[in-house]
């Protein structure tokens, strides 16, 4: 069983729709998350933290639900520049090395 | 304040020669992470490096690659004897101690012709 498992899409969907994506992790020892987007061929760059009271940035919503070692993200009123990786990211503690999911694509269409 | 600065990004090499990738932590982190991401594939972690330490090498193949950060320049990650598979995208990140938010630079891409 992978460390991180994603949805790995693609998922297309249209402009101003809303979308969610799903992740789990195996490592009930986990101590901190993350979703990073990626642009195709660039950098991982940190979208948001994820905590278990939930928590909001503008349209991106993240959630942490310990107990089913689940994390999700929502993104509503999508734009065409929200075409990206979605990189769900699991901290193990310690040395603070990081775990990625493989990625989920989407593509927002005009 | 520059971010996190990666060199060359584009690296091209012949099978059995050596890859010399560096990389510049953002000013006044002092740990640096390397990942390496293989086509169609989620990043992997391979070494954790403090300042002149080697705290966690558990991603790095065993033979081949190594990695150091001196005290003064860039860590480096060094491929000897390049295969074919070894083509990948290499990403560094560094965090300032205590944190856990890290910072990725905009990798190296090394392919192995």
């Known amino acids: 069983r992978k460390e991180v498992e994603q949805d790995p899409g693609p998922f297309n969907v249209p402009e101003g729709a809303t979308v969610a994506f799903n992740c789990t992790y195996s490592?009930?020892?986990?101590?901190?998350f993350f979703w990073y987007r990626q642009d195709c061929r660039k950098e991982p760059k940190l979208l948001m933290s994820?905590?278990?009271s939930g928590n909001e940035d503008g349209r991106f919503t993240a959630q942490l639900n310990r107990a089913s070692q689940y994390i999700s993200l929502l993104i509503r009123d999508s734009k065409l520049s929200d075409s990206a990786t979605y990189l769900c990211?699991?901290?193990?503690?310690?040395?603070?090395?990081?775990?990625f999911g493989q990625g989920t694509r989407l593509t927002i269409n005009p | 304040n520059a971010g996190v600065m990666q060199n060359p990004r584009h690296l091209v090499r012949r099978r059995g020669q050596e890859a010399r990738l560096r990389c510049s932590p953002m000013?006044?982190?002092?740990?640096v992470y390397w990942y390496r991401q293989l086509p169609e594939e989620g990043l992997k972690f391979m070494v954790y490096?403090?300042?002149?330490?080697?705290?966690?090498e558990s991603g790095m193949p065993k033979e081949r690659f190594s990695a150091e950060f001196p005290k003064e320049g860039p860590s480096i990650l060094r491929i000897q004897q390049v295969v074919r598979g070894d083509s990948a995208a290499y990403f560094c990140?560094?965090?300032?101690?205590?944190?856990?938010?890290?910072?990725f630079g905009p990798g190296t891409r090394l392919t192995v012709l």
């Open positions: 490592n009930s020892a986990s101590q901190s």
């Open positions: 990211v699991v901290n193990l503690g310690g040395a603070q090395k990081l775990v």
């Open positions: 490096l403090q300042k002149e330490n080697i705290i966690d």
């Open positions: 990140a560094s965090i300032e101690g205590g944190t856990d938010t890290q910072y």
């Open positions: 994820v905590y278990s």
């Open positions: 000013k006044g982190h002092s740990h």
